[in-house]
């Protein structure tokens, strides 16, 4: 393993877990103070009322630790080769940064109309999908201007390459907007949205130093900037579930899991393999499709027999499981682990196998 990229990754990891608990423990009494409390949402379940006015927003923590873990990782960088230039090896990496930074900051601004309006409601769909759909628009041109994406998608398990022309860039938008959206429906019980992400970040981990994709750094052949998302993935997770694992004592809010959508979508174009994310994050898809299948079965019944019916007791799906008995800590376990199943399956079809 080369020395260098391995040890941006683990300087990157432990800046990023060290830098997030430390800024939580004292932002939580912050948030406290300002009166930044989670509003809970009727029609969930009942006993989640009890969580209401937990600290919400804690997300600034990991984005914040991110940020400074980068600039950590920067001056060694420089310390080590004499030039600040040096870092900008890693600029596919910035670029995924600065988007999921954006992204997280669209969360900000979500999670500060809740908490004015002292309701669960923040910006409308079409307000956040628009701002969504534009910073997403804004990646792809800037990986595209860098030379870091081309038009040519990869099929993920067959090794096909479809050249696709401006339709790349409409697939990619989808993408990165859907699982963005898609990690912001996982944060609903305590430290789901945080396991599930370490164990992708892991898993794009793996992909970076011992499977090849097509942006080598001249650091030995591995992917340097794809070990700096998801060191920066598990570092923000793993730091984050400190406070948040069960009984959470701050939520993320829109402006974590926002950033953390982000993050692993960007990984998994860092990687040169987009859609690898619906496979690695089929949690995440899976949680998505629960919302889309109880809506349109609702719609379809109340035409078809007069009265709405539902598929699930209540979606996403780990309400679901919710109502039917699970505890937290039970959910947050069996979750994150098919996570790491399919992550493993999926390493196996497409980088091993393949």
């Known amino acids: 393993m080369n020395f260098q990229v391995s040890h941006a990754f683990l300087i990157m990891l432990a800046a990023v877990f060290l830098f997030t608990v430390v800024i939580s423990r004292f932002l939580i009494p912050k948030l ?9 949402l009727d029609i969930g379940p009942r006993w989640h009322k009890s969580k209401e006015g937990t600290p919400t927003m ?5 984005i914040a630790a991110s940020l400074l873990g980068t600039v950590v990782l920067w001056i060694v960088f420089w310390a080590v080769t004499g030039s600040p230039l040096g870092f900008l090896r890693a600029a596919e990496f910035l670029i995924t940064l600065l988007f999921a930074v954006v992204s997280g900051l669209i969360g900000v601004i979500d999670d500060s109309v809740k908490i004015r309006k002292k309701q669960n409601g923040g910006l409308t769909a079409a307000q956040k999908f628009l701002l969504q759909v534009g910073s997403a628009v804004l990646y792809v041109f800037a990986m595209h201007k860098c030379g ?3 038009t040519t998608l990869r099929i993920p398990f067959f090794g096909w390459e479809w050249e696709l022309g401006i339709f790349y860039y409409v697939i990619a938008v989808i993408l990165l907007t859907g699982v963005v959206n898609s990690v912001n429906l996982t944060d609903g019980i305590d430290g789901l949205a945080a396991t599930e992400t370490f164990v992708v970040g892991a898993f794009f981990s793996v992909v970076a130093f011992f499977a090849e994709t097509s942006f080598f ?6 992917n340097l900037s794809l070990a700096l998302g998801a060191a920066a993935a598990i570092g923000a997770s793993l730091g984050f579930l400190v406070y948040n694992f069960y009984p959470a004592r701050v939520f993320m ?3 974590g899991s926002l950033f953390l959508g982000a993050l692993v979508v960007g990984c998994a174009f860092m990687a040169d393999n987009p859609l690898i994310i619906l496979f690695a994050g089929l949690m995440y898809i899976i949680e998505t499709a629960s919302v889309m299948l109880q809506t349109t079965y609702f ?4 035409i078809r027999f007069g009265e709405g019916r539902r598929i699930f007791k209540m979606s996403p799906i780990h309400h679901h499981f919710e109502m039917c008995g699970w505890n937290e800590i039970k959910i947050v376990s069996v979750f994150g682990t098919a996570a790491l199943i399919f992550c493993a399956v999926t390493y196996l079809l497409d980088y091993i196998l393949l």
């Open 32 to 40: 406290k103070s300002l009166k930044m409390g989670q509003k809970i």
């Open 58 to 62: 804690g997300g600034l923590a990991f």
């Open 148 to 150: 870091f994406i081309d």
């Open 217 to 222: 750094t001249a650091l030995g052949g591995y």
């Open 253 to 255: 809010g829109d402006t």
């Open 299 to 302: 719609k379809f019944t109340r």
